[in-house]
């Protein structure tokens, strides 16, 4: 069954066309994605920090890099926007009007609260395994001041909506004809495995690492 | 003659080690990227839009995808953040709590005004050939219909910060005997260019797209 996260603050305004607001399409995209822009207002002003963030069922877990800042304005709560894009190529159409990007992106709306003492660790094992999945088991245990240290906030998906744009440049009809370049860049990430220079000896590249990957676009 | 962007607005709080106010080194991260992060605040609620860019000097131009929203509780300027984040690899740790990710950011404030008619063409030109180097005077040139349906935003770089994280993971002294694999998960992009199915037949793909590429970052 299909939950629908649509209200009237995330109406997709410009190009309605390219708007999602299917719970499963969201979180395939905040599934894909491992760094997310919190948006968040103090004294008016709005400020926008990149942070790195976990999804568990309905729910994400913000790492608290930017909590202090988030914080220190409110009480137990405060409203923010997470946005998580997957920029996947540049859309070169015939005229500078057309041209574009072939993009994932979601946008949630909500009140983000402090995870408590009991759930931290837990919390953190989210975020760990949703940016490097099955990381976690191979860590030496988080120890209790690790986690005294440790802010991260709980933030509901609940009120959001996605925006996709995908495939060639949409030129005007007469543009066709004429004798310029157009297509698309599609954008792929490779990702390396580098050692620690202080490794231990002997210890090679492990299966989640080696193996490491995330869904791509369909193509 | 170095320049610095840093107010008490953007004083880097978590890890200022990491903090950069430098004109020109937040100017290179700037022209790296593409896609930057708009926040602003409507009714008290924050949003934060993705969105194409260029810069030219100490001016961003920001195309107008989230303008009507953005623009809407405004009369002339609006006060926005722009963040731009460049993620350069995955720092695997061997605590959870080391984890950690290899970014470039720029986090900039200040107040934007919309272009005024005359020089849309212009901030249109900017924004096209910082996205794709050389692009703009292989095109079909802009209509007046095109200038007058678009919105471009002039935004000041002014005030700001950069935040920057590179190399190995930083584990607890005692961590490093552990026979656990950390390094880095470093990412690079690829752009392959694929041609518009509707391509006008014996058109090459042009110099200016078969090398684009970004500036990466300095291992």
């Given at each position: 069954m299909s939950?629908?996260?649509?209200?009237?603050r995330t109406t997709v305004e410009r190009l309605p066309a390219r708007a999602v607001y299917d719970f499963d399409a969201i979180a395939a995209i905040?599934?894909?994605g491992y760094v997310c822009h919190v948006g968040f207002v103090a004294n008016g002003q709005p400020y926008v920090?990149?942070?790195g963030y976990g999804?568990?069922?309905?729910?994400?877990?913000?790492h608290g890099a930017a909590a202090n800042r988030m914080l220190s304005t409110a009480k137990d709560s405060v409203p923010l926007c997470v946005?998580?894009?997957?920029?996947?190529?540049?859309?070169?159409a015939r005229s500078a009007f057309h041209h574009s990007v072939n993009y994932r992106s979601v946008v949630l709306l909500g009140e983000a609260?402090?995870?408590?003492?009991?759930?931290?660790?837990?919390?953190?094992e989210v975020i760990t395994n949703h940016i490097v999945p099955d990381r976690w088991r191979h860590l030496r245990p988080v120890n209790q001041g690790e986690l005294d240290a440790t802010i991260v906030l709980r933030f509901p998906i609940v009120e959001g909506s996605a925006k996709v744009r995908g495939g060639p440049p949409k030129d005007d009809d007469e543009d066709y004809a004429l004798p310029i370049w157009a297509g698309t860049l599609e954008i792929s990430r490779r990702y390396s495995a580098v050692n620690d220079p202080k490794?231990?000896?002997g210890l090679a590249v492990p299966e989640h690492v080696r193996g490491f990957k995330?869904?791509?676009?369909?193509r």
């Open positions: 939950e629908d996260l649509h209200s009237s905040l599934d894909e920090i990149p942070t999804r568990e069922g309905h729910e994400l877990f913000l946005t998580v894009t997957l920029v996947d190529g540049l859309v070169l609260e402090k995870v408590q003492d009991g759930e931290k660790a837990h919390a953190l490794l231990q000896p995330r869904p791509g676009p369909a």
